[in-house]
């Protein structure tokens, strides 16, 4: 029986740091594969393959499209490409973000629990909202052993929450214990494989860039009435959960949490648009009050002079929402 030798860890915030610990407690006769997904920007320079490779025992590298997997090799995700791994294959998915990240921590995971099934190992890091989540349990789906950093110490404890949330983890270890856990799966023998769902490989491809249509996407998920906040079609509940999860027809796809973060920031710049139109009004009500009142219009000053205070009280309720949604300036400080 084959054993454990496919690893996928991913992270956002502090993970780069925790990474580095990882690998550099990994012995360099390491027996798997290791596939590493770090949120970065779009325009990201590649460089975290040359910052592990400098704190390891075994070679680090980006990442590229068609190229073979070796055992005993860390790929890291390079920027703006979703990091898949098919029959054995790199590839490279320029499908749409997924909870506002590509690359994204799901996709990975999936492809790795779908192509290699018990011998797959899923590592949630350090980060922030819930990337990781789902794709943690879809491998779980598919027969893969999951694990997540100890959110008590994580930098960012988002990430490592949500994925316990999602699913039923198999193993929850400190930073300085995962090298030494992953060192014992990987001498285990894998499990018997099982029936991997449709689903997982229906969302592979959405990541890979292929286009679904609409009866396809009604076979993984259900239309409600919210929009996408990157495209502004409508979105579909996908109806596997936990976590709660939204696509939409082109393939944007969010946690709850993932949304509501994206959306607040949405509400937030429509409420200033807002205020700044309503104070234009005011000075233009209070403009041509002054001029009514010099043509001797008493009646039209006086009605410009009532539209100028309801403007202000008006702007003043906008002013109080908008400082009530802005975050504390003190949060997150202290010792």
């Known amino acids: ?30 027996p798997a594969t290791v596939f590493v997904v770090i949120h970065v920007g779009a325009r990201g320079k590649d460089l975290l393959a040359d910052v592990f490779d400098a704190n390891t ?96 110490e994580a ?18 270890a400190s930073l300085d214990g995962l090298a030494a856990l992953l060192v014992e799966l990987t001498g285990e023998e894998a499990g018997s494989p099982v029936p991997i769902p449709g689903d997982i490989k229906l969302e592979i491809d959405i990541a890979l860039g292929r286009q679904i249509g609409s009866e396809t996407m009604r076979t993984i ?38 949304l509501a973060a994206e959306t607040e920031g949405a509400v937030d710049e429509a409420l200033r648009v807002a205020l700044r139109i309503i104070e234009e009004r005011v000075t233009l009500s209070e403009k041509m009050a002054e001029d009514a009142q010099r043509s001797g219009f008493a009646a039209a000053a006086a009605a410009n002079r009532r539209r100028a205070k309801e403007g202000r009280q008006h702007a003043e309720t906008l002013r109080r929402a908008i400082a009530g949604s802005a975050p504390d300036a003190t949060a997150g400080k202290g010792g």
């Open 155 to 172: 930098v960012a404890p988002d990430m490592p929450i949500g994925a316990l949330r999602a699913s039923d983890v198999d193993y929850r």
């Open 57 to 152: 025992r075994i070679p680090v590298t980006t990442a590229v499209d068609g190229e073979q997997i070796e055992r005993g090799h860390v790929y890291v995700a390079p920027a703006d490409h979703h990091l898949l791994v098919i029959d054995g294959i790199i590839r490279l998915g320029r499908g749409p973000r997924e909870n506002l990240a590509r690359p994204a921590v799901d996709p990975l995971f999936r492809s790795v629990g779908l192509n290699y099934g018990p011998r797959a190992i899923a590592v949630v890091l350090t980060g922030m909202l819930n990337d990781g989540a789902a794709g943690l349990s879809d491998l779980k789906r598919c027969g893969g052993v999951t694990v997540v950093q100890n959110p008590s």
């Open 221 to 258: 998920a259900d239309p409600v009435p919210i929009s996408c906040p990157a495209c502004g079609g409508v979105l579909s509940q996908i109806k596997n959960w936990p976590p709660l999860r939204f696509r939409c027809q082109v393939g944007h796809a969010y946690t709850s949490e993932a």
């Open 1 to 30: 029986m084959s054993r454990r030798d496919i690893i996928a860890i991913g992270g956002s915030l502090g993970a780069v740091a925790a990474m580095k610990h990882l690998l550099g407690n990994l012995p360099s006769d390491f």
